[in-house]
Antibody, heavy 122, light 113 residues
Framework: QVLLVQSGAEVKNPGASVKVSCKTS????????IHWVRQAPGQGLEWMGW????????NSARKFQGRITMTRDTSINTAYMELNTLTPDDTAVYYC???????????????WGQGTRVTVSS | DIVMTQSPDSLAVSLGERATINCKSS????????????LAWYQQKPGQPPKLLIY???TRESGVPDRFTGSGSGTDFTLTIDSLQAEDVAVYYC?????????FGPGTKVDMK
C-alpha cells in the first residue's frame, strides 16, 4: 500500500533551518508530485509548495519563496523540505502529501505523511 | 491568491441528522474548458493528517461513505453529511486547486449535539 513516512519531531532556535524528510513506498515515486502542507497549533492548513519528483521542478507559495527548498532522492524514494531562517511563527506540524493522479493537473491529496512537529523557540 | 471562506465556523448536529458546510471562493474555480470545479473537501480528526473526502467538487474518494456529498459550482460549494455518525466528528476543510497557491478554507468543526 502507499505509505509516506516522515522524520521525527524537531526543536529549533530562531534563525536556524529545519529539514524534514518524507520516505515513500508502495507506488512509482517518479510519477507523482509531493506537496508540503503545514498546520500551526490550533490553526488551519497552509499549502507550502510542491516538487515534481520526476523532473525535479518546484513551485512554492510566495510567502515561502527564498526560504524553502524542496528536493528529492529518487534512489531512496524520499522527498525533503528545508525551511530556513525560522521564526516562532514557523512552529507547526509539517505534512508531506501525494497528489491524486500525478503531474500538475490534480493537486489534491489522497495520501499524507503522519506529520512532523517543528517547534521554534529560544 | 484565491481566498477560501467557510461557514459556519462550527456546528453541532444530533446523531442521524444532517450537517451542511458551506465553502466560498473569492473567484470562480470552474475551469470552462473541462467544466470541472477545482475543489476538494477533507476531514481531519485530532492528531491525524487530513483525509480526502471529495474532489472535483462532487466526486467521492474511494471508500468514503455515501452519506458525504459535495455540490456546488463556480464560487459556492457545499459539503453535506447525511445521517451524522459519531465518527464524523471532525474539522472539515475545503481546498481550491484551480491556481497556485492551493489555498484551504479555515475549517468547520462538526460536533455531536
Amino acid at each position: 500500500q502507499v505509505l509516506l513516512v516522515q522524520s521525527g519531531a524537531e526543536v529549533k532556535n530562531p534563525g536556524a533551518s529545519v529539514k524534514v524528510s518524507c520516505k515513500t513506498s508502495g507506488y512509482s515515486f517518479n510519477d507523482y508530485y509531493i506537496h508540503w502542507v503545514r498546520q500551526a497549533p490550533g490553526q488551519g492548513l497552509e499549502w507550502m509548495g510542491w516538487i515534481s519528483v520526476g523532473g525535479g521542478g518546484t513551485n512554492s507559495a510566495r510567502k515561502f519563496q527564498g526560504r524553502i527548498t524542496m528536493t528529492r532522492d529518487t534512489s531512496i524514494n524520499t522527498a525533503y523540505m528545508e525551511l530556513n531562517t525560522l521564526t516562532p511563527d514557523d512552529t507547526a506540524v509539517y505534512y508531506c502529501a501525494r497528489d491524486e493522479c500525478g503531474g500538475s493537473s490534480c493537486p489534491f491529496f489522497n495520501y499524507w505523511g503522519q506529520g512532523t512537529r517543528v517547534t521554534v523557540s529560544s | 491568491d484565491i481566498v477560501m471562506t467557510q461557514s459556519p465556523d462550527s456546528l453541532a448536529v444530533s446523531l442521524g441528522e444532517r450537517a451542511t458546510i458551506n465553502c466560498k471562493s473569492s473567484q470562480s474555480i470552474l475551469y470552462n474548458s473541462n467544466n470541472k470545479n477545482y475543489l476538494a473537501w477533507y476531514q481531519q480528526k485530532p492528531g491525524q493528517p487530513p483525509k480526502l473526502l471529495i474532489y472535483w467538487a462532487s466526486t467521492r474518494e474511494s471508500g468514503v461513505p455515501d452519506r458525504f456529498t459535495g455540490s456546488g459550482s463556480g464560487t459556492d460549494f457545499t459539503l453535506t453529511i447525511d445521517s451524522l455518525q459519531a465518527e464524523d466528528v471532525a474539522v472539515y476543510y475545503c481546498q481550491q486547486y484551480y491556481g497556485s497557491p492551493f489555498t484551504f478554507g479555515p475549517g468547520t468543526k462538526v460536533d455531536m449535539k
